[in-house]
């Protein structure tokens, strides 16, 4: 008895971890998964593309070194390096950690012509960008807190 229910509980848990690994790899999912998964305010950013409002973000005053993650899927797209205060109520970056992981998309929703951008792993929606930044790039990548996940870099830089 004990043998067999071993072997029921084996089964199951290969079989969900055969789908977690094929969902992670293609980071792809489906609604029912990601309003599972992501807290209320996150799901309508990330996956409606919604905004926070200005300064209410919890990023949007951060300074502590380390990097910023995808809030959905994990991945790195940008650097307390070149973070900065834009006085917008966002965090903005000049930019990205890895240019690969954000796609720059069309916007013309509100009667306006943005360029959103999204992750490019899993195709959440993070913000906009606009030529209007400081140099080098000239660029600011303006994103929404709800959009990240902070990581701490392990030795930060005395003051
Ligand atoms: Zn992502």
Not at 60 to 74: E, L, N, P, Q, S
Not at 123 to 135: E, I, M
Request: proline letters at 4%; aromatic letters at 10%.
């Amino acid at each position: 008895m004990k043998t067999r229910l071993f072997f029921i509980l084996l089964t199951t848990s290969l079989l969900s971890y055969g789908q977690l690994t094929d969902s992670t790899m293609k980071k792809e999912k489906t609604d029912r998964q990601w309003q599972n998964e992501l807290s209320v305010e996150e799901y309508r950013v990330l996956r409606q593309c919604g905004t926070e409002p200005a300064f209410s973000g919890k990023y949007y005053k951060h300074k502590d070194k380390g990097t910023y993650h995808c809030a959905a899927c994990g991945e790195l797209l940008f650097s307390s390096e070149t973070k900065f205060d834009s006085g917008s109520g966002w965090p903005s970056f000049y930019a990205p950690a890895d240019k690969k992981n954000i796609k720059e998309v069309l916007d013309t929703r509100h009667g306006m012509t943005r360029t959103e951008i999204k992750c490019a792993h899993c195709g959440s929606h993070l913000g906009h960008v606009f030529p209007d930044g400081p140099k080098p790039s000239g660029m600011r990548f303006c994103v929404n807190s709800v959009s990240l996940e902070f990581e701490k870099d392990e030795v930060q830089p005395e003051e």
